[in-house]
C-alpha cells in the first residue's frame, strides 16, 4: 500500500529542491522526510531520489511517481471534500494565506467571528506576496488565499486554482499638509511627475503598479526612499519628505500633517480575489470561509476595515501587499 504521507515527502522534495527544504514546508525534521522517502522507495522497488551535490534530484521513478502522485493526492483531497453534505459543518483546519493589509482589514474579523461561531474550525493564517500565495494554494501548502493585483497589472492562476472577487480596494496619494497638492481634489500622474517619493522596493506588486501608473509620462518621478511597510511611509511623509501611494484597505488615522488626495487617470485599484484548489470547492469549510468573506467576514457583513472610509485614514501595514 502507498503511503500517501510519503508520497507528501516527495512532492515537497521535488517542489523545494532539498530534503531540508521540504521539511521546512512540511514541518518535519530532514530526517523523517528522508525516511518518509526511503519507505516509499522500498514500497515501490525503485529509487526515487539521487545525490547531486548537496542536494537531490529526482530519478525518472521519482518524476513519474511525482506525477502520478500529484494526482493521487488531488482525487483524495476531490472525494473528502464531496462525502460531505452541501450543510455540514466545517471543522479541521484550514491554512489561510494573506497580504498584510488584508490581514489587518479582512483577516482578523473573520477568525474572530469563525471563533465565535464555528469552533471546531481552526483557521492558520500565513502572511504571503499575492503570487507567493498563489504558488503555495497551487502546490497545497495553503489551502486558499486572499491576493489582490492592481488593474492593469494581471496575477497569473494555474489551471488547477478558482478564484473569485470579493471587492475593490483603491489607493491615495499622500501628501504632506503644507504641499499645494493637499487642497487639490484629485491628482494625476503628470500632477505628481516632479514629486520626491517614498514607495514599496523593486518587485513588489505595489511597485509594479507605480511604474504602471507612469507608464504613458516621459519619465518616471524620482524614488529617494523604499519601505516595505506603509506605516515606514506615513512617517516619511509626515516629515515633508516625499510622497507614497498608499491602499485605503485596512488604514487607520492619519497624522493631522499628512493629508490622502484620491487618484485620477487611472484610478489606481486593486481587486481583491480569493483562491483556492478547484479539488477543495466542496469543502464545508472552504465553502463556509468563502461564504464568509463575501460577507465582510464580520457579523452583520461590514466592509472590510479601511474601504467605506473617507480618504483621509491611515494604513499600518506593510506596503508591499
Request: hydrophobic letters at 45%; glycine letters at 8%; charged letters at 25%.
Amino acid at each position: 500500500m502507498i503511503d500517501l504521507a510519503a508520497v507528501d515527502a516527495l512532492l515537497a522534495v521535488e517542489r523545494t529542491g532539498t530534503v531540508h527544504a521540504a521539511a521546512r514546508d512540511l514541518g518535519y525534521t530532514p530526517s523523517a522526510v528522508s525516511q518518509q522517502v526511503k519507505r516509499l522507495e522500498r514500497d515501490l522497488g525503485a529509487r526515487l531520489l539521487d545525490r547531486e551535490g548537496r542536494g537531490v534530484v529526482l530519478t525518472a521513478a521519482g518524476r513519474r511517481v511525482v506525477e502520478e502522485g500529484r494526482a493521487l493526492r488531488e482525487q483524495v483531497e476531490s472525494l473528502r471534500a464531496r462525502l460531505h453534505d452541501a450543510g455540514a459543518r466545517p471543522t479541521g483546519t484550514v491554512r489561510l494565506g494573506s497580504f498584510s493589509t488584508a490581514v489587518r482589514g479582512v483577516v482578523a474579523p473573520l477568525v474572530a467571528r469563525v471563533r465565535e461561531d464555528v469552533p471546531d474550525l481552526r483557521l492558520v493564517v500565513e502572511e504571503a506576496e499575492p503570487w507567493d500565495a498563489v504558488a503555495a494554494v497551487a502546490a497545497g501548502t495553503l489551502d486558499l488565499a486572499l491576493v489582490h493585483h492592481w488593474e492593469g497589472v494581471g496575477l497569473a492562476l494555474p489551471p488547477s486554482l478558482r478564484a473569485e472577487e470579493l471587492f475593490r480596494d483603491e489607493a491615495d496619494v499622500l501628501v504632506h499638509a503644507s504641499s499645494p497638492l493637499a487642497s487639490r481634489p484629485a491628482l494625476t500622474p503628470p500632477d505628481l511627475l516632479d514629486e520626491t517619493w517614498v514607495c514599496t522596493p523593486d518587485g513588489t506588486i505595489c511597485y509594479e503598479w507605480f511604474c504602471h501608473m507612469f507608464a504613458r509620462e516621459p519619465r518616471v518621478p524620482r524614488i529617494d526612499f523604499r519601505c516595505l511597510e506603509f506605516a515606514s511611509q506615513v512617517e516619511v511623509v509626515a516629515q515633508g519628505l516625499a510622497v507614497a501611494l498608499v491602499p485605503r484597505l485596512g488604514r487607520g488615522p492619519l497624522p493631522s500633517d499628512v493629508v490622502a488626495v484620491p487618484v485620477r487617470e487611472p484610478v489606481p485599484t486593486r481587486p481583491v480575489t480569493v483562491v483556492w484548489r478547484a479539488t477543495m470547492t466542496d469543502s464545508p469549510a472552504v465553502r463556509y470561509l468563502r461564504e464568509r468573506l463575501r460577507s465582510g467576514g464580520t457579523p452583520g457583513g461590514r466592509r472590510p476595515l479601511g474601504i467605506a472610509s473617507a480618504p483621509a485614514t491611515a494604513p499600518t501595514d506593510e506596503g508591499a501587499r
